[in-house]
């Protein structure tokens, strides 16, 4: 059963760093390629990064373009989101999973983990 558990959220103020982890409890976790995602109150889930299987091909939602890095630890099933020049507009809960590329967007797919909560404050 497939287990995503993330974590490294908190209250940070605008400027300020955070780096997330999912822990990826998936067999054959280094054939999936891994995305983040967010979800601010009262809006939908969006895109924020994917990252290749091997790590090897990135990709960013241009809101976070320059200011965060997806990277991930194979031997860990691990998947790292680090977060710099914090923005007010960043708060909300993001979550991991898995992705597919279909028409030039990473979709997820299968369970959610419960998120992690950041709160950028102005």
């Known amino acids: 059963q497939v287990q995503l558990v993330e974590s490294g959220g908190g209250l940070v103020a605008a400027g300020g760093s955070l780096r997330l982890s999912c822990a990826a409890s998936?067999?054959?976790?280094?054939?999936?390629?891994m995305g983040w995602f967010r979800q601010a109150p009262g809006k939908e889930r969006e895109y924020v990064a994917a990252?290749?299987?091997?790590?090897?091909?990135?990709s960013y939602a241009d809101s976070v373009k320059g200011r965060f890095t997806i990277s991930r630890d194979n031997a860990k099933n691990t998947v790292y989101l680090q977060m710099n020049s914090l923005k007010p507009e960043d708060t909300a809960v993001y979550y991991c999973n898995r992705v597919s590329l279909a028409y030039s967007e990473y979709r997820p797919f299968g369970s959610w983990g419960q998120g992690t909560q950041v709160t950028v404050s102005s």
């Open positions: 990252i290749g299987w091997s790590g090897g091909s990135t």
């Open positions: 998936i067999r054959s976790f280094n054939s999936y390629s």
